[in-house]
């Protein structure tokens, strides 16, 4: 099991950065792939960016490659997102998700394990 609790988010203007956090507990954080899925209303939860247990492997959505970045430290149990040059279309929750232990890094919202509770994140134009 895995408990997550992110951080963060908030309202920016277009243009603008977040750098969210996730804070894990629980059993083989340093073990497991993690990543960021959003939700905007209405919408189906979607998956953001994914990174591998040792951070080999990275993955981002066709919509936030080159703005995003992914990182991890496993000495601090914590998963992050830098989100820059943001755009309204981002506004939606953003939760952070983990994976069973040594599995692969899912690139799919549905193939995630464990779930935060989100944090808001709202892009003004």
């Known amino acids: 099991q895995v408990q997550l609790l992110e951080s963060g988010g908030g309202l920016v203007q277009t243009g603008g950065s977040l750098r969210l956090s996730c804070a894990a507990s629980g059993r083989a954080f340093s073990s497991r792939a993690m990543g960021w899925c959003r939700q905007a209303p209405g919408k189906e939860r979607e998956f953001v960016a994914g990174?591998?247990?040792?951070?080999?492997?990275?993955y981002y959505s066709d919509s936030v490659r080159g703005r995003f970045t992914i990182s991890r430290d496993n000495a601090r149990s914590t998963v992050y997102l830098q989100m820059n040059n943001l755009k309204p279309e981002d506004t939606a929750v953003y939760y952070c998700?983990?994976?069973?232990?040594?599995?692969?890094?899912?690139?799919?919202?549905?193939?995630?394990?464990?779930w935060g509770q989100g944090t808001q994140v709202t892009v003004s134009s």
């Open positions: 998700a983990a994976k069973a232990p040594f599995t692969t890094t899912p690139r799919a919202a549905r193939e995630y394990d464990y």
């Open positions: 990174i591998s247990s040792g951070a080999g492997n990275i």
